[in-house]
């Protein structure tokens, strides 16, 4: 084997690891499926491949398990599969599942793609008329909690409030946890582009503000970028993260990672980039840390914070954002251009789960004076 074909095979190697399918398989892959995989890999955003990665393992060792061909099964496989993994997981999740494994065996493999067949097509029909097709949305994080105006009292799971609470602790977990939230509440994007962030994504501005810089997103592959205003708050709390992580021996430059791994003793894991559920676990550490510390002042929180900290996502921010632009009467194309929509149709969706008392007929009946 030459040179050339040695880099080939290992590329080759590195692409199927990146995306689940077993090294085993290696030396039957011809020349048009390695091909077809390394595109795919080189063209598909990291989030993309991570999730086609988890449903390829579980494909994988399902087919083993079951003696189906992964790369070229029976339509009754995949419908074998779908109702093997349905219970417990949402209908957008088991399509998605289906989707990659389509991707698989026809994009990737090149064999026909039985996925589009009648009685896989079948198969998630029912899953929607028995389950619903709503997508079950992330709990809000907002700025004031979930008030019916922006002029109202911040309640106790707000932004504003777990900050107060977390406020005079100089413990590096804690202060983690108020940059996460600050810039969070500022910006409302999605967790992946605050993971993936790096130190010099986010910029001094004028009177101590500062901006936040994304490269890359779910819906900028090409890298165009966007840049989104930050408070003076959030720019508070980095220079303190940042002097924190310097303190206890970590090498700070421009392209470390801009939150990274604390261990329980709040010493920094130096260049220890936070995973999808690394960020989430650090987001919901520094929110029950705060709602703990408001126990004594509220103590129905006692029974209320395993349920509040179970329903936060990574999306949470970007929910909560929107609800804050809806209730504090913003138009839906001020909305759509902050957050990156072409259309309304994902802040309308945010929006619709807003409480009774920040619906539009409540704030109306407000302004009437009316009880």
């Known amino acids: 084997m030459n040179v050339s074909t040695a880099i080939q095979r290992d590329l080759l190697g590195a692409c199927m690891e990146r995306i689940g399918i077993p090294l085993r398989l290696h030396n039957s892959v011809d020349e048009d499926m390695s091909d077809n995989l390394q595109a795919y890999v080189s063209s598909s955003a990291g989030s993309t ?16 398990a079951t003696g189906a061909s992964p790369l070229k099964p029976a339509a009754r496989n995949v419908r074998d599969f779908i109702r093997e993994f349905e219970h417990g997981r949402k209908p957008a999740t088991i399509r998605r599942m ?8 026809s994009a990737i493999a090149g064999n026909p793609n039985v996925t589009h067949t ?20 992330a709990l809000a994080i907002r700025q004031l909690g979930f008030v019916g105006s922006m002029d109202d009292v911040p309640q106790p799971f707000s932004i ?26 500022d910006t409302g994007r999605r967790h992946s582009e605050y993971y993936r962030a790096q130190i010099r994504h986010l910029f001094d ?52 990672w801009l939150p990274i791994s604390v261990d ?8 220890a980039h936070l ?35 179970e329903k936060i996502s990574g999306h949470s921010f970007r929910v909560g954002k929107v609800e804050d632009f809806v209730t504090a009467g913003e138009p839906i194309t001020a909305i759509c251009i902050e957050g990156g929509w072409e259309t309304p149709t994902m802040p309308i969706m945010y929006g619709r789960n807003l409480s009774v008392k920040n619906g539009a007929a409540a704030r109306l009946q407000r302004r009437l004076g009316d009880e």
């Not at 940059?179 to 969070?184: A, H, K, N, P, V």
């Open 49 to 64: 491949l991570d999730c086609f990665r988890t449903d390829i393992i579980r494909w994988f060792a399902w087919c083993d």
């Open 98 to 105: 289906i989707v990659n494994i389509g991707v698989l065996i």
């Open 118 to 137: 009648k009685i896989v097509r079948a198969e998630m029909k029912r899953i929607r008329r028995e389950k619903g097709s709503a997508h079950k949305q």
């Open 160 to 185: 504003k409030r777990m900050i107060q609470a977390l406020d005079g602790d100089h413990s590096l977990r804690v202060i983690r946890g108020k940059f996460i939230l600050s810039l969070g509440g």
């Open 205 to 256: 501005a004028t009177d101590g503000e500062g901006t936040f810089h994304v490269e890359r997103s779910k819906t900028d592959q090409e890298g165009k970028g966007l840049t989104r205003w930050v408070s003076k708050r959030t720019m508070r709390f980095f220079r303190e993260w940042i002097v924190g992580r310097e303190a206890s021996g970590e090498i700070v430059t421009s392209n470390s």
């Open 264 to 271: 329980r003793w709040g010493t920094p894991l130096p260049q």
């Open 275 to 309: 995973s999808s559920q690394g960020y989430q676990i650090a987001l919901r550490s520094a929110v029950r840390t705060a709602l703990t510390r408001m126990v004594p002042d509220y103590p129905e929180l006692q029974a209320q914070i395993d349920g509040t900290i």
